[in-house]
């Protein structure tokens, strides 16, 4: 089975752009996460989607905002880009999403510099 | 806010040698914890997952699970080298719980 895919791999944008980051979760699989990760913060939850769906939202600011078709595909847009967004961005994904025996597996991430 | 503690290391063995990485969280609800590694520039790719109170065992590595105690661990047994990476501990909370929460991470270091 092929893994997660995430396009594109590197990104680099200016302060005040916007970015679009997609993600491909394991065939089969109807959830899909974000992450953020940065050295100071580590790993951080940004969403989760389920059958187009936001169920979970983390703290972050609204310029950060995604979404999920129908093929569970999902995309995440980062608006107003600020020089502290530079990150690693990660897509997770899963069968169902839900605690117990559900495990998330990560694509390859995406590296966004933002100058 | 759910909280979960690493020390960041590095933690240094030398090859062979068992290593020992440890977690605690702050969520007594929690029920599901996973452990995973990242290369640097990479991924984190999935070690092992841990449900019930105890040990479990798959290959080189075993993870305990002490909910009493809000505490999680992994043992590297025979580090070699290519075990040299930043592991991460994740709680994926209670019940109908959607997102992970993740340590800042232990760097090991094997040496040869």
């Known amino acids: 089975k092929a893994g997660v895919t995430q396009t594109p791999r590197y990104l680099i944008k200016t302060r005040g752009q916007q970015v679009t980051l997609s993600c491909s979760p394991i065939?089969?699989?109807?959830?899909v996460s974000w992450y953020q990760q940065t050295p100071g913060q580590g790993l951080q939850f940004l969403f989760e989607?389920?059958?187009?769906?936001?169920?979970n939202k983390g703290n972050f600011p609204g310029r950060f905002s995604g979404r999920q078709f129908s093929n569970s595909r999902s995309e995440m847009n980062v608006s107003t880009l600020e020089l502290g967004d530079s990150a690693l961005y990660l897509c997770?994904?899963?069968?169902?999403?839900?605690?117990?025996?559900?495990?998330?597996?990560f694509g390859p991430g995406t590296r966004l510099t933002v100058l | 806010q759910k909280e979960v503690e690493q020390n960041s290391g590095p933690l240094s063995v030398p090859e062979g040698a068992i290593a020992s990485l440890n977690c605690t969280y702050s969520?007594?609800?929690?029920?599901?914890f996973f452990w995973y590694r990242q290369y640097s520039g990479k991924s984190p790719e999935l070690i092992m997952s841990i449900y019930s109170n105890g040990d479990k065992e798959d290959g080189r590595f075993t993870a305990q699970l002490n909910k009493a105690s809000q505490y999680v661990s992994l043992l590297i047994r025979d580090s070699q080298p290519s075990d040299s990476a930043t592991y991460l501990c994740?709680?994926?909370?209670?019940?109908?719980?959607?997102?992970?929460?993740f340590g800042k991470g232990t760097k090991l270091s094997v040496i040869p």
């Open positions: 989607y389920f059958s187009e769906t936001q169920r």
């Open positions: 065939s089969g699989h109807r959830s």
């Open positions: 969520d007594r609800g929690s029920q599901s």
């Open positions: 997770a994904s899963s069968f169902t999403g839900t605690s117990g025996t559900d495990t998330q597996y």
């Open positions: 994740a709680d994926q909370g209670g019940a109908g719980s959607y997102q992970l929460t």
